[in-house]
């Protein structure tokens, strides 16, 4: 037995290095001899990162209903927020506001810094919304945010699985919170979403029909130009100083502004939802999948 064990431990060592050594890289994103480190591991699903302006990752456990906060200098995580709305995707103003999607009750919310809480949406043409799921802050104010319907275990008892909107769409909700509508309504189930640092792009993952999709920003908060940007669809998403847009789902894939395949890094688990970069120069990509959360040291940079 003692000489099997050894060998199913052998087994696994190499596999794990094997996982490491399959990172594809074409552009020289990861940094050089880089690996992929689990920080904590213990929670049930982790989502939702969103890094604030010290390079801090605050990211969710969604069935415990926590919200943790990774603090960049430290690797440390402690927890944030309990009772946090069953928060998902997750977006840091620069004044230290936190924008969640609170699907618990179909509603996006803010936080302060102590984590008290503010409805800012709690539903659509006086019917509630179908779950809040990933949102993007536009550099000249007001935010775009996916409402796909995920029917979850947590709802029993507190809200009906039923769909009140006539499907699942994206909304944008202006700067100063007066007008809220709907700009993409021809989606099979939008998830991902994530903007370009000039503001004049908006990727959104259609997760439902395995594409992602580019458009154009307008002055007004309207979208045009929908552009198949890929045939893949995608959980959370980030993007990076180059314009290089990463999605999740089999681990981590990155696209070029045209579209082409440059790099993939798996994760372990079954599923990775979501991606940030963090730490203080933006050179640290957070990943969270599955029962934990991992980094990646980065050439490439992500955007403030």
Known sequence: MRKKLGTLGLAILLATSALYAQIEDKKGLVAKDAELVKVQDGFSFTEGPAVNRFGDVFFTDQPNNKIYKWKANTNEV????DNAGRSNGMYFMLDGT???CADENNELWSMDTDGN???LISGFRGKKL???????????GGLYFTDPLYPRPYWDGIRSEEMEQDG?????LSDDRSELFRV??????????VGTPDGKYLYIADIGAKKTYRY???????????????????????IDARGNVYLTGDGVTVFDKKGNQIAHIPVPGNWTANVV???????????????????????AQGVW
């Open 277 to 299: 970069f963090g730490s203080l120069t933006r050179k640290k990509l957070f990943i969270t999948a599955m029962d934990a959360v991992y980094t990646l040291d980065m050439k």
């Open 98 to 100: 936190l924008l969640t």
């Open 184 to 193: 993409a309504d021809d989606l099979v189930k939008p998830n991902g979403i």
């Open 78 to 81: 402690s927890l944030f927020k």
């Open 216 to 238: 154009d920003i307008r002055e007004d908060g309207y979208l045009t130009n929908k552009t198949l940007f890929v045939e893949m669809g995608s959980d959370g998403m980030t």
């Open 130 to 140: 179908n779950g809040p799921n990933d949102l993007w802050v536009r550099p000249k």
């Open 168 to 172: 699942q769409h994206v909304y944008f």
């Open 117 to 119: 809480e503010k409805v």
